[in-house]
């Protein structure tokens, strides 16, 4: 965002008193008082009013959605709202490069173990340090970030992760074992830790369970390695949220001729805001609402869609047989569907966060719950 513009931005913010911003935010940033101070020129103040609050927040002033604290901004009822987090992402780029990370409080000599490296285990992590523990971070692949590696550079530059990470692992108390998948996370209490928390993501793409569901490629493959399908012209993917949007903004990257989005629902169920849809149809996608694939046919590396209209009834969606189905050919058939929650037994030692035990949500959230175990754990283990 230029200049002027993010001037008149943080000139809109009304400095509400009961800060519906802050209330609304899952981490309880405060807008208003972030604002406050850059508006009075203290920028250095201001990077630590939001630094103090969420440890990644370069990274959701790129990907926060407008649903928290954008929704909750009082000027929605005069106009529209203050532009939080494109003035988050401004302040830290510009003026976050010498604030330093975690304000420790008195060590306590134990040690905790994260599994995961994606917003709830950093999240955990940053609050276990402040909390006096040392942490071991264990990340079964060699990349740090979890789903944020999906997200497309356009969205979420690859320097605004490297900066929040860095800031994080500046600690002394802190080790970091990359490439090291932890699973069984009980037999850590065998290395002196005496607690864990397990912060690993959803994994797993949900089944859609129709037939052909092998030729159909899942949005983690094919957001990982888009160049592999570089050559796909027609495109068809299934779903219609941000991960649905990402798969067709990449595609568009790529010059795909035709992208076609197909969701059960109404367009107006879809979890993405009014511009957001509207940059959708820009890139020349067709959002195709109230309709269902429900069969994929091979041959020679031609992929036929079988399309039934649904309907939906008392919440519920159903196929709609008073409408034929019809069938359309594609190049690539894309799943773009949250993965599940996933089972893992909890105790009072070994404590799950983020997208493993909540399902799909956001960065801010993941975060929010990482740090949330943090603070259960501590509280169990009594220090
Ligand atoms: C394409 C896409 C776009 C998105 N866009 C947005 C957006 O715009 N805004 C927003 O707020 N949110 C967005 N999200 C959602 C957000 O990225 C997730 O909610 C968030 O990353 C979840 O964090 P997490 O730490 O729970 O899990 P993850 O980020 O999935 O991290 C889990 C980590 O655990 C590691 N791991 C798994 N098993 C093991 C094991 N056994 N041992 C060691 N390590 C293990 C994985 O390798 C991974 O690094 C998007 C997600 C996707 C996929
Ligand atoms: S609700 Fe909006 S206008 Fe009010 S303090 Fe927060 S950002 Fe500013
Ligand atoms: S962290 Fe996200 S939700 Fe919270 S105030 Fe910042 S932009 Fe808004």
Not at 113 to 120: Q, R
Not at 336 to 345: D, L, M, R, S, V
């Amino acid at each position: 965002m230029p200049n002027n513009q993010i001037k008149l931005e943080i000139s809109r913010c009304l400095s509400c008193p009961q800060a519906p911003c802050m209330m609304a935010c899952p981490l309880h940033v405060s807008p208003r008082d972030f604002i406050a101070f850059a508006k009075r020129g203290n920028y250095a103040e201001s990077v630590k009013a939001i630094y103090n609050k969420n440890p990644l927040g370069l990274i959701c002033g790129h990907v926060c959605p407008d649903t928290f604290c954008m929704k909750a901004c009082t000027r929605c009822k005069i106009d529209s709202a203050v532009k939080i987090p494109s003035i988050q992402a401004v302040l830290i780029r510009r003026y976050g490069q010498e604030i330093s990370a975690t304000k420790k409080i008195e060590a306590n000599e134990k040690k905790v173990a994260v599994i995961g490296s994606g917003p709830a285990g950093i999240g955990a992590v940053w609050k276990l340090l402040e909390l006096g523990f040392s942490v071991e971070l264990f990340e079964g692949s060699d990349k740090l970030g979890g789903s944020l590696n999906l997200i497309p550079q356009e969205r979420l530059p690859r320097q605004a992760v490297e900066h929040d990470y860095q800031r994080i692992f500046q600690s002394d108390n802190f080790t970091l074992h990359l490439s090291t998948m932890v699973r069984k996370p009980e037999t850590l209490f065998n290395q002196g830790f005496c607690g864990v928390i397990v912060a690993v993501g959803t994994q797993e793409v949900n089944n859609l369970g129709i037939e052909g569901e092998e030729h159909i490629v899942s949005y983690v493959d094919y957001l990982s390695q888009p160049e592999k399908y570089a050559k796909a012209q027609k495109i068809a993917i299934i779903g219609g949220g941000k991960v649905a949007a990402d798969c067709a903004l990449t595609a568009h990257k790529q010059n795909a001729e035709t992208i076609h989005m197909f969701i059960r629902r109404n367009i107006s169920d879809m979890r993405m805001s009014e511009t957001e849809k509207e940059e959708l149809k820009s890139y020349g996608v067709e959002i195709n609402p109230l309709t269902r694939v429900t069969k994929v046919e091979e041959q020679s590396q031609v992929y036929t869609c079988k399309l039934a209209k649904t309907k939906v009834i008392e919440g519920k969606c159903v196929d709609d047989s008073d409408i034929p189905s019809k069938e359309e050919q594609y190049d690539l058939v894309i799943k773009a569907i949250g993965g599940n929650k996933i089972a893992i037994q909890e105790n009072p030692r070994i404590l799950c966060a983020g997208d493993c035990k909540n399902g799909a949500t956001t960065v801010v959230e993941a975060i929010a719950s990482g740090a949330e175990a943090a603070e259960n754990l501590k509280a169990t283990l009594k220090f």
